[in-house]
């Protein structure tokens, strides 16, 4: 299982991890989900790339693949 890290700059509340978690967490592939808030990542287990940050992106925040 592939494990992929994300920054996204604008996450700053619980709202945001919340919104992405939901979002993420949503798709079949993913087998784990980590949102550090203090240092704006979003580690992923399983899942794809592309709709993993779309999936960020539907939760309203831009992804980088780090």
Same mark, same amino acid.
């Given at each position: 299982?592939n494990?992929?890290?994300?920054?996204?700059?604008?996450?700053?509340?619980?709202?945001?991890? /919340? $919104?992405?978690?939901?979002? #993420?967490s949503?798709l =079949?592939?993913?087998?784990?989900?980590?949102?550090?808030? /203090? $240092?704006k990542?979003?580690? #992923?287990v399983?899942? =794809?790339?592309?709709?993993?940050i779309?999936?960020?992106?539907? $939760?309203?925040?831009?992804?980088?693949?780090l």
């Open positions: 299982m494990t992929t890290k994300y920054r996204v700059p604008e996450i700053s509340c619980q709202h945001c991890v /919340d $919104a992405i978690t939901h979002e #993420v949503q =079949e592939e993913v087998q784990d989900l980590t949102v550090d808030l /203090d $240092a990542l979003v580690t #992923v399983g899942g =794809e790339t592309g709709a993993i779309d999936a960020i992106d539907e $939760a309203g925040y831009d992804a980088e693949l």
